[in-house]
């Protein structure tokens, strides 16, 4: 069972059911107890960093302790970072060495909202059939600064970001797989299967 953790943001139906279409089964929960026997974890994506983090603090024991697959879409992705400037300066799960800061003003319109394109940066299995210049879609005002040793793909909006970035059992994308057609089903499909492993 891949546990998606309901900390009070959005898009939790249409995430659970692009995993639920590539043959998942799956538990919307903030129970910690399910998201401990948990096969695969999702950090879902849509809603302010600051009340996100408070609610992930409460149950913070216990997905630290977490050895499974983690996905973290969006603002899952962003909670993974040392820290974020959004509405402020708060402290990230730090699980991935990182800032989240918010577009410069030299990129024209913020939020960053539409259809853009992979440049994969190195190999890694969850990528596996994507292929640089595929369309995702994305909607953030905010980004990932990290190490390209964590990075494994990127996206140019007037600076070339950090679009996938994975560290140990962490795997995050910037964009919304699940509202990124067949090549969101394939790498969501490619996370059940490392789950499976």
């Not at 440049?119 to 980004?143: P, Q």
Request: charged letters at 25%.
């Amino acid at each position: 069972m891949i546990a998606i953790v309901n900390y009070g943001v959005g898009n939790l139906k249409s995430i659970s059911k692009a995993l639920e279409t590539v043959g998942a089964k799956v538990s919307v929960t903030s129970d910690p107890e399910k998201i401990k026997c948990a096969s695969g974890v999702v950090f879902p994506g849509v809603g302010a960093f600051k009340s996100a983090i408070e609610k992930l603090n409460l149950i913070r024991d216990v997905i630290d302790s977490l050895e499974v697959p983690i996905l973290g879409i969006c603002l899952g992705m962003q909670l993974f970072a040392t820290e974020s400037t959004e509405g402020g300066v708060y402290r990230g799960l730090d699980y991935i060495p990182g800032r989240v800061v918010r577009f410069p003003p030299s990129v024209g319109k913020v939020p960053h909202m539409g259809w853009n394109t992979l440049k994969i940066t190195r190999e890694a299995e969850i990528l596996d059939g994507v292929e640089s210049g595929e369309f995702v879609y994305f909607v953030h005002s905010y980004y990932m600064q990290t190490d390209d040793e964590f990075v494994i793909s990127k996206t140019d909006y007037g600076i070339d970001f950090p679009s996938g970035v994975e560290r140990e059992n962490y795997i995050g994308f910037q964009f919304h797989p699940e509202k990124s057609g067949k090549v969101g089903l394939r790498i969501l499909e490619n996370f059940v299967n490392i789950v499976k492993r």
